[in-house]
């Protein structure tokens, strides 16, 4: 069946580095996607990853690994207005996204 | 108009009434698409449309319904609301539906059912 595993949440540091893992089970893969969402707004896009590796834009950078089903989103240098939920999405071989419940994160300062 | 928007931007509803949320954006984007967001769930999928004039079946159809009589616009019925539709409510939209095709969200509907 399809499913998509995020962290509920997770806690880091003002400056530090974070690492959000998604990992999936789909009906067929045509790219990963990462969007921001931020309380009460509505999810904006991160970045798009179809072949393995690392994809870097700015502070944040996104990797993908199709024979373990899994991704990761890198935040560095965090800061406040980081404080957000991030979603996993997987497009399927029909092409609708399939979407994770997202990661909650907190920035303490 | 900027990107998409959505109408009402938050509604209360008595079980058994009829809504349309309505959906308009100006990015000339083939693809549009209805999901529902609740706490604890990824955003599920209702309805899509690939073009104008075509209407497809997400994850979680029963009782809403789409029509998509030109590409700016693709409102979402419910026909009779039930406390289970309280949920938020996205509409988005991308340039096509192919695989890199990026789907971008209106503000949101925050709908409650009593």
């Known amino acids: 069946g399809q499913n998509i595993d995020q962290p509920t949440e997770m806690t880091a540091t003002e400056g530090a580095i974070v690492q959000i893992n998604c990992t999936y089970q789909?009906?067929?893969?045509?790219?990963l996607f990462w969007y921001q969402q931020h309380a009460g707004e509505a999810p904006t896009f991160l970045s798009y990853?179809?072949l393995d590796g690392l994809e870097e834009k700015g502070r944040f950078s996104s990797f993908l690994s199709r024979s373990k089903g899994y991704s990761y989103l890198l935040l560095k240098e965090l800061q406040m207005k980081d404080s957000a939920s991030y979603l996993c999405?997987?497009?399927?071989?029909?092409?609708?996204?399939?979407w994770g419940a997202g990661t909650k994160l907190i920035i303490k300062p | 108009i900027a990107g998409i928007t959505q109408a009402p931007t938050s509604q209360i509803l008595a079980a058994g009434r009829r809504m349309t949320l309505r959906c308009t954006q100006d990015?000339?984007?083939?693809?549009m698409y209805w999901y529902r967001q609740d706490l604890g769930l990824g955003l599920r999928l209702i309805h899509y449309?690939?073009?104008?004039?075509?209407?497809g079946k997400g994850e979680v159809p029963d009782g809403y319904s789409v029509s998509r009589a030109n590409t700016d616009d693709f409102p979402l019925t419910l026909a009779s609301a039930v406390p289970s539709q309280t949920s938020v409510y996205f509409c988005?939209?991308?340039?096509?539906?192919?695989?890199?095709?990026?789907?971008?969200f209106g503000p949101g509907t925050r709908l409650t059912v009593l």
């Open positions: 988005a939209s991308s340039i096509g539906s192919g695989g890199s095709d990026t789907q971008y």
């Open positions: 449309s690939n073009t104008a004039g075509t209407t």
């Open positions: 990853n179809v």
């Open positions: 999405a997987v497009r399927e071989s029909n092409y609708q996204l399939i």
């Open positions: 990015m000339r984007h083939n693809a």
């Open positions: 789909t009906s067929g893969f045509n790219g």
